[in-house]
């Protein structure tokens, strides 16, 4: 009798499970995701930033597991666990289980106010990357249109809220960009006039990072004309700007990259969670009370010696996810278990061109060193060669000419015919 | 006194007539179009197809026209032109005019069935083909997980109503894709066995091409599983599939590549049109009873001695637009206009791999040498460099691993918590 396997989520712990177990003969995994692709997330603000395309950090997840003739990709959502029964419940179908990979990450969370995700888009998925890109060049377009100085004042100001890697990173993009490509671009305003904020609730940003590494990333968005305002929390969003306290910034465009919370399925299953939701996994990575339930990636709480948990890095969803794959194998060979141990890959982000800083252990450097390192590591470690030559020619273009990739702002609605909209779908054609 | 030039449409008309007049210090070009780039729509099913990526065959209006400092773009919608006062209205400002140009093409029509569009989608917009490649996709997607034979047959049925070159080039994609690409990713289907229909209301598909080269793509399509009905008028359009008469294929998936009509703008401003919608043009394309007026593109009726009007191609357009810049500055010299001839580039359609067909004045071929042609002249008439040597690596790297790029389903849905999305805009968070 085969071994089933069911692996939730094609993010980097889901998919290195999988080949861990792939070609198999005494397992069969079923994959389940509610996308069809497994994303390259690092990189997922450049999309947001036009610097580069869909297609260039992400790849079906069918594609990528195709050479596995005992991997079985279902597109689909799950509902629930039973976890007594073993039993999956999706949108299509019940898939029983005899190991369970929960690898299904976290989202954006706004410290209880959901309703302010319509006024800040936060970066997650491609969907979002490609509504901020709509958002942001839409300002500029407006802008451009407007005759009114307030109006056109409040078009050209970017909030982004949280002032981690993300956080940092479209902000960094979003200076260079009206600092130095659009500039030529526009006849009736000024581009290099924008206003970026960053508004982190901490005293510092990239509280992750050294502290001496924080701050030259800060004088790094100070030149490229973003403002960093620290011990700043946002009390209220709505569709003109951000209430800070007693201050206020008007801004047509507000972006969310603070708090993340875990996808809900953990609830559904009575098991222990922590603060944000992420499920508390044992040194093998299983639930303590469910051994067969594995759970990897931004889902997982594995706590340190020094009771802090894993950070929600790549590195460290795809060390946990061979991790999981090697440790299911333990059990049909009969073997114990193995702890896991995060290989500390330490970390980095980008501000712009030549400017980056990297934390490895106790080497820390900035500069562009650093930025050749930053760019090293996101090619090796993207998912196919295919994708390393191509995201490499983008780059090598946009850095010796200067200009971007294609900022299209591409409409959300595919129909021409309002009337059969309305009819159809009860929605407004007219829109964006 | 500077000559006001409005150009309302950046496709092949707009552009070139733009570029005839840019950095004229006697002329203030404003050309306002719905989007914020130019599409080279003889590729735009290449990204229905996800062969190509959007970034790849579109350019953004302001970068291509930032060096012309006399020309300011706007996207915005064009909602009338008052003829008396020469005054074009749009949703955002009103805009006076000496010269006008009408260059904002058409949009598919339903034959007074435009309910249709909702499950039969056209392509004519970059919207448009994510919208068939998400559809596609999808379809396949739900086929895999389906238990339910006659749902997997129906699912893996795809029926392109219309026979001229978009519809070939769609079917054939759709056959290429389904016969040699899919097949090794998918669990439960043969992908094989998709059923893919030509449905064609005039005796043979491809009806502006002599019918030696028609028979010869309609043999090629065969190879590739596409099924060509001719002599079949569609009936009815529903969400299960068409009706042809008393005939009917159950298909998920129904693409709309029949019958064209103008956009609007000339209904509304009291001058002749032909039986589409389109501007009625005289020799020097301004209209007969508007000598300020110009009309370019798929939008202008440009009668031939024979008695037909000039096709909507691209190589149209753009002769068109360059004869009406030039027209304006014989006007601005004192000159007498020119009549406008056409200098025929022939046409061209490719099936698949190494299969196409090219009719050049008496010349006409098929086969892999029609492919390379067809290949090197959209190579060639591609906006930018940059497209250029980006489409070649795609189109060099599709062709020697036989895998085409990211078939990505990207949500329409940016948000992640549908309770916030139903407060602020009454739809289904639940949606696609």
């Known amino acids: 009798m085969k071994k089933r396997v069911v692996i939730v989520g094609g993010g980097f712990a889901g998919i290195n499970a999988a080949k861990i177990l792939g070609n198999r003969g005494d397992i069969e995994i079923t994959l389940i995701d509610r996308k069809n692709y497994h994303?390259?997330?690092?990189?997922?603000?450049?999309?947001?930033?036009?610097?580069?395309?869909?297609?260039?950090?992400?790849?079906?997840?069918?594609?990528?597991?195709?050479?596995?003739?005992?991997?079985?990709?279902?597109?689909?959502?799950?509902?629930?666990?039973?976890?007594?029964?073993?039993?999956?419940?999706t949108d299509f179908r019940e898939i029983p289980y005899d190991y369970l990979i929960l690898a299904c990450g976290v989202q954006h969370h706004y410290f209880g106010h959901n309703e302010w995700e319509e006024n800040a888009p936060g970066l997650k998925t491609l969907a979002q990357a490609k509504e901020i890109r709509r958002r942001v060049m839409e300002a500029y377009e407006k802008a451009e249109r407007t005759t009114d100085p307030v109006e056109r004042k409040k078009l050209l100001t970017f909030v982004i809220v949280g002032g981690g890697p993300t956080g940092v990173e479209l902000a960094g993009s979003i200076g260079e960009m009206s600092r130095y490509t659009l500039s030529k671009f526009y006849r009736n305003i000024d581009p290099k006039l924008t206003r970026i904020f960053i508004v982190e609730a901490a005293p510092r940003i990239l509280g992750s990072f050294a502290?001496?590494?924080?701050?030259?990333?800060?004088?790094?968005?100070?030149?490229?004309?973003?403002?960093?305002?620290?011990?700043?929390?946002?009390?209220?969003?709505?569709?003109?700007?951000?209430?800070?306290?007693?201050?206020?910034?008007?801004?047509?465009?507000?972006?969310?990259?603070?708090?993340?919370?875990?996808?809900?399925?953990?609830?559904?299953?009575?098991?222990?969670?922590?603060?944000?939701?992420?499920?508390?996994?044992?040194?093998?990575l299983s639930i303590p009370s469910h051994p067969e339930i594995f759970v990897g990636g931004d889902l997982a709480h594995f706590s340190l010696e020094n009771g802090n948990a894993l950070p929600g890095l790549a590195p460290v969803a795809l060390q946990q996810g061979r991790a999981i794959g090697k440790n299911i194998l333990c059990d049909l060979k009969s073997k114990s278990r193995k702890a896991f141990r995060y290989m500390d890959k330490g970390q980095m982000a980008t501000i712009g061109k030549n400017k980056a800083i990297v934390q490895f252990g106790g080497i820390k450097f900035d500069g562009i060193a650093a930025w050749f390192t930053w760019l090293l590591v996101h090619i090796y470690f993207l998912t196919s060669f295919r994708h390393r030559v191509f995201v490499l020619l983008?780059?090598?273009?946009?850095?010796?000419?200067?200009?971007?990739?294609?900022?299209?702002?591409?409409?959300?609605?595919?129909?021409?015919?309002?009337?059969?909209?309305?009819?159809?779908?009860?929605?407004?054609?007219?829109?964006?």
Not at 404 to 412: E, H, P, Q, T, W
């Open 39 to 89: 994303l390259f997330q690092p990189l997922l603000y450049q999309v947001a930033m036009a610097a580069l395309g869909e297609g260039d950090i992400a790849a079906p997840l069918r594609n990528m597991l195709a050479d596995y003739q005992n991997i079985t990709v279902f597109k689909g959502i799950v509902t629930g666990v039973d976890v007594e029964n073993k039993i999956v419940h």
């Open 211 to 284: 502290p001496e590494l924080a701050s030259k990333a800060t004088r790094s968005l100070e030149k490229l004309g973003v403002q960093v305002w620290t011990s700043s929390m946002v009390s209220e969003v709505d569709e003109n700007g951000v209430q800070i306290g007693n201050e206020r910034i008007e801004a047509a465009t507000v972006l969310w990259a603070a708090g993340v919370t875990a996808i809900g399925i953990g609830k559904t299953m009575g098991v222990e969670l922590d603060r944000i939701g992420r499920i508390i996994v044992g040194e093998d």
């Open 394 to 432: 983008q780059w090598g273009w946009s850095y010796f000419t200067f200009s971007y990739g294609a900022r299209l702002i591409v409409n959300k609605e595919w129909r021409f015919y309002p009337d059969a909209i309305r009819k159809a779908v009860c929605s407004d054609g007219e829109e964006g």
